[in-house]
């Protein structure tokens, strides 16, 4: 658990953080989010103290961190940057191993720990460990820097846009990573960047910062729903603001009953049925289509149009308008229909609800 | 536009595949063949009668070199060596031709002083010399064009130097004016030499001890890095004979103030203003790699470093030194080669050295002893450059060679 | 594209004049602190050098340094334009060793040696600083060309610039702020090398430093050394504010 009290920085006569005060619990994934120049990089700077807070206190767990030897601190705390700060001078596995050595493990646990953690983040190990970080690619690399901070087991792990130097195909992949590596560890994050859509994916709290102050203190869909002011508006967007609430929801949340073909409710539903076969898979949908003339057209189901219920429902939607249906089905892990997600569904909900 | 011309042949052409070997033993031959070879003079004062080298040498050891310059203008060319196989015998062959051309000259000195008089002296010619510089060039070449490692060719270098070793030892040169001056000399030899090297070690010494603290500070306060660098620019600048002269007066008029830095040898003329101004000339390379050094560690790599609980001096010790440490070595290496060739002057002032051979032959018109001095110099700046160049690349860590 | 001078360090020019201004005038009136070296070194019979005027030493110190460093530049710019063209570039790493090397060689030794090989005097001399000098101006041409950023060249090509104009329009301002450098190592090492050059038969402000400690006049010694470094000094000034008119961007 990490708690802000009244933190506050001031450079000169430049207050740059100003008086903020949140808290994010134990397992939570909080993200500090600001235009640049916010404060936000220097809030989560002050937390491992590479720069003193003017005031306020910051509490780790029952811990005021001005009262621990600060080397002590940081030890407890793990940290990963943007540009990764990966020792050039040492392989995959020193690198890894750096806050285990401060902390004088014995070599036979860090070795273990190394090999454990290259594991966890699908880095391998015979191929990897003994290479220099400028052998790496970029996606290494900032797997290594995130596995580094996570070596010496912190409680906390605080991270600075880290994945801001990577493209976006390799960032969303490291994102969901961290998704699974936090899910995994529940560690408490707290986690600095400017894209708003990164914090949607991956936050349970997002904090909204501008000029040092803090905004909006809330979970995600909290902040779509309430925005606090226009700032807060404005940030978010209002052009895509549909999408975004929707790429907050799942769905197992729309998911409705399915009718199957030759089922007695068939003619009184909204005029297309399901088949399935003998295993209970869909085949075809009979109607669902957009214009009317359109209802008795089949459409086959395929692999790409279907919905799994812990798919966010922005995905669901752009597959239905890729396909041009009102209707996919929602399928299990072993491909049976279990349900089904409609247009009319998407529009008769309130999204924040 | 040059694609345009892709029809032409590219201007070296199919047929010569090494335009630069080809410069170069053509510059050889037409040295050879129009500067003298030795030299021969009456005695030690006067100048020389200049010989040729079809003269000097012995029909066998001149057709040898042309024999062996043939096989090198055929290396210059695209057939019948592939490129790779004509590198490796040029790194045959070069090192053969040099070794026949040092083996030559001892010869001639050895044959021709024997029903001479015993004032007469053989020295080396400017085509000697030609001969000696052009395979060193070709050897260059062929392991820049083979893009060997250090290790190859720091064990040729190695073997090439004994193989020159073992004429010195084996007495052919002994006849060479400029042995004969060692031979003259052999014991003030030994003693200037070392002077020279104890001069330059007790420069370095200190210059690195207030040098690389000082490089430091630069990288840690910007406040003190301009006015450093004004100040030990200005050193630099200050020619260096001026600079050892400037400290002639003061240094003289504090012996003569306090008598017991007179015993310790402070005092206007010797080693004292010699040492003092070579340090100052030392430490504005020590102290500007110390900072590049310092400077070139990454800012996020030292954040990072923080970030993860180090204390200021493990990252100084574990992060940044050996980041650092080739850069620094790189300063030793400039400022080492730059001290061996300062000491030369410091002979003017009497502080001994190398650098007194080569004055008291200028004040004498005797070039063998000016030899005896310039020769061993420039010989011990190159070894010290090579040496500390190895120095440099093995301590460029791992991870960023 | 204008040259930019950016901000001026008004200090060092102000340092720059009073330098000269010294330097000058103590070139010309030298003879008129005969009594405070007299009073300095009571026991000199001849407190200032007087066998050539100080203006003479000093005209013939400049003239070494100028004429060998105009052929050095010339030539060594020339080299390092010929090695970085298409139709040199074979030769680029020999060169570029040849330049490294050179430089290895001390100073005073390579006077030492190719002056009395051909003959003592002006000439030799100049032949002597000219190699010597010929080594920076190499390899900061070189190097100053080798900074030019590709994309300029390519942007450059883009545009339909002949060889011609891309060297003279685009490479040449861009490397001349390190070719500068090497000129001025170049220069500052003869001034240095010419004051030795007295001891092979040319006439330098080394001469009265020579002549003093040959004959044990400490004045003579001072005369020609605050001269010849107050010399140094004033051209490293005067090549440093040269850089900074060629310094673009930070």
């Known amino acids: 658990m990490i ?10 006569d430049k207050t740059v953080v100003d008086d903020i005060s949140l808290r994010v619990d134990s397992g939570e994934f909080g993200v500090l989010i600001g235009p640049s120049g916010c404060g936000k990089s220097t809030t989560l700077r002050m937390i491992n103290r590479l720069i003193p807070a003017t005031h306020g206190r910051i509490l780790l767990g029952d811990d005021d961190v001005t009262q621990l030897p600060v080397e002590q601190l940081r030890r407890r705390i793990g940290y990963a940057i943007q540009s990764i700060g990966l020792f050039p001078h040492w392989s995959v596995a020193e690198n890894i191993a ?36 400028h052998q790496l690619s970029g996606g290494q690399a900032q797997r290594v820097g995130v596995a580094r901070a996570l070596a010496a087991d912190p409680e906390v792990l605080l991270m600075d846009e880290p994945f801001g130097a990577v493209d976006p195909l390799t960032r969303e992949v490291l994102q969901d990573e961290l998704l699974r590596v936090h899910q995994h560890t529940r560690k408490t994050i707290v986690f600095v960047t400017h894209d708003m859509d990164e914090a949607l994916k991956l936050a349970s709290r997002i904090a909204l910062l501008n000029t040092g102050r803090l905004v909006q203190y809330d979970r995600p869909i909290e902040l779509l729903t309430r925005p606090a002011d226009d700032f807060v508006r404005s940030f978010i967007g209002k052009a895509d603001l549909g999408l975004k609430l929707l790429s907050r929801r799942w769905v197992h949340q729309y998911q409705q009953h399915a009718t199957l073909q030759g089922s007695p409710a068939a003619s009184t539903q909204a005029g297309y049925t399901w088949e399935v076969d003998a295993t209970g898979r869909p085949t075809c949908l009979h109607g669902g289509r957009l214009h009317a003339e359109d209802r008795q057209q089949h459409t086959e189901v395929t692999q790409e149009w279907s919905a799994t219920p812990d798919m966010t429902m922005k995905e669901a939607l752009s597959r239905m308008v890729w396909f041009r249906v009102m209707v996919l089905p929602v399928i299990d892990g072993e491909g049976r229909l279990i349900g089904e997600v409609t247009m009319h569904g998407v529009m008769g909900q309130q999204p924040c609800a | 536009m040059s694609e345009e011309r892709a029809w032409h042949p ?50 066998w050891q001149w057709l040898s070199l042309a024999g062996l310059a043939m096989v090198l203008a055929l290396c210059t060319l695209a057939r019948p060596f592939p490129s790779r196989l004509a590198r490796w015998l040029t790194l045959i062959i070069a090192p053969l031709w040099l070794l026949l051309a040092l083996y030559g000259l001892g010869d001639y000195a050895f044959r021709t002083l024997q029903d001479a008089s015993p004032a007469a002296r053989v020295s080396q010619g400017a085509a000697f010399w030609i001969l000696v510089f052009c395979p060193v060039l070709m050897i260059i070449d062929a392991f820049q064009r083979l893009g060997s490692g250090l290790a190859v060719r720091g064990f040729y270098t190695a073997a090439l130097v004994a193989m020159v070793g073992a004429l010195f030892a084996s007495g052919i040169f002994d006849g060479l004016s400029i042995m004969q001056e060692y031979a003259n000399n052999r014991d003030t030899f030994a003693a200037e030499f070392l002077t020279h090297l104890r001069l330059v070690g007790l420069a370095l010494g200190p210059a690195l001890l207030v040098g690389l603290p000082l490089g430091l500070l630069a990288r ?25 002269a400037l400290l002639v007066a003061p240094l003289s008029a504090l012996g003569e103030a306090l008598p017991w830095l007179k015993a310790l040898g402070v005092g206007g003329i010797g080693a004292a203003p010699a040492i003092i101004a070579l ?60 001290a061996i060739g300062l000491t030369v002057v410091a002979a003017l002032i009497g502080a001994g050295g190398l650098g007194s051979f080569i004055f008291q032959g200028l004040g004498q018109y005797a070039i063998d002893l000016v030899m005896l001095g310039a020769v061993p110099t420039i010989a011990l700046a190159v070894v010290a450059d090579f040496l500390l160049q190895i120095l440099v690349s093995l301590s460029k860590p791992a991870g960023t060679r | 594209m204008r040259v930019a001078a950016l901000k001026r360090p008004t200090s060092r020019d102000g340092l720059l004049a009073s330098l000269s201004a010294l330097l000058v005038l103590l070139v010309l ?33 400049l003239l070494l340094v100028l004429v060998s460093s105009l052929i050095s530049v010339s030539v060594g710019v020339g080299a390092g334009l010929f090695v970085t063209r298409r139709s040199g570039r074979e030769f680029e790493p020999m060169v570029s060793s040849l330049a490294a090397i050179g430089q290895t060689f001390p100073p005073a030794a390579v006077l030492a040696i190719v002056v009395p090989l051909a003959g003592f005097g002006f000439v030799p001399t100049i032949v002597a600083l000219t ?17 030019v950023p590709p994309a300029a060249l390519e942007a450059a090509r883009g545009i339909g610039m002949t060889r011609g104009q891309i060297l003279r329009r685009v490479e040449l301002p861009m490397a001349m702020r390190v070719i500068i450098a090497g000129v ?7 001034i240095g090398t010419a004051t030795i050059g007295s001891t092979v038969g040319a006439q330098s402000l080394g001469t009265p430093i020579i002549a003093g400690l040959v004959g044990n006049n400490i004045a003579y010694v001072i005369q020609g050394a605050v001269l010849v470094g107050l010399l140094a000094i004033v051209s490293d000034l005067i090549f440093e504010r040269l850089e900074r008119r060629f310094t673009f961007g930070d």
Request: no cysteine; charged share 15%; hydrophobic share 50%.
């Open chain 3, 29 to 61: 009136f030298m003879e008129e602190l005969a009594p405070l070296f007299q009073a300095l070194f009571p026991e000199l019979g001849n407190p200032v050098y007087r066998r050539e005027s100080f203006l003479q030493l000093t005209l013939d110190h």
């Open chain 1, 3 to 12: 708690e802000l009290q009244g933190l506050t920085k001031i450079y000169g």
């Open chain 3, 184 to 190: 001025r190592v170049s220069v500052i090492i003869n």
């Open chain 3, 131 to 147: 190699l010597y000098g010929l080594l920076p101006v190499v390899q900061n041409t070189i190097a100053g060309l080798g900074t």
């Open chain 2, 279 to 338: 340090i100052m000339y030392s430490l504005l390379p020590i102290v500007r790699n110390t900072y590049a050094g310092f400077a070139g560690v990454p800012a996020t790599t030292i954040e990072a470093a923080r970030g993860m609980g180090m204390t200021a001096r493990q990252i100084l010790w574990r992060v940044e030194v050996p980041l650092a440490l080739p850069v620094i070595l790189s300063g030793l290496r400039i400022v080492t080669v730059q």
């Open chain 2, 220 to 244: 840690r306060s910007p406040s003190a890095r301009g006015p450093l660098f004004g100040v030990l620019n200005f050193f630099q600048t200050i020619p260096s004979i001026a600079l050892f």
């Open chain 2, 10 to 59: 590219r201007r070296a052409g199919p047929f010569v595949a090494n335009r630069v070997l080809l410069v170069l033993l053509a510059a050889a031959l037409m040295g050879v063949v129009l500067l003298p070879f030795a030299a021969m003079a009456p005695n030690r004062l006067m100048s020389g009668q200049g010989v040729n080298v079809a003269v000097a040498l012995l029909p």
């Open chain 1, 98 to 133: 750096v806050v285990p050595g401060l902390l004088k493990w014995p070599k036979s646990r860090i070795d273990e720990r190394v090999d454990e953690l290259m594991g966890l983040f699908h880095l391998d190990v015979g191929e990897l460990r003994d290479k220099y970080p």
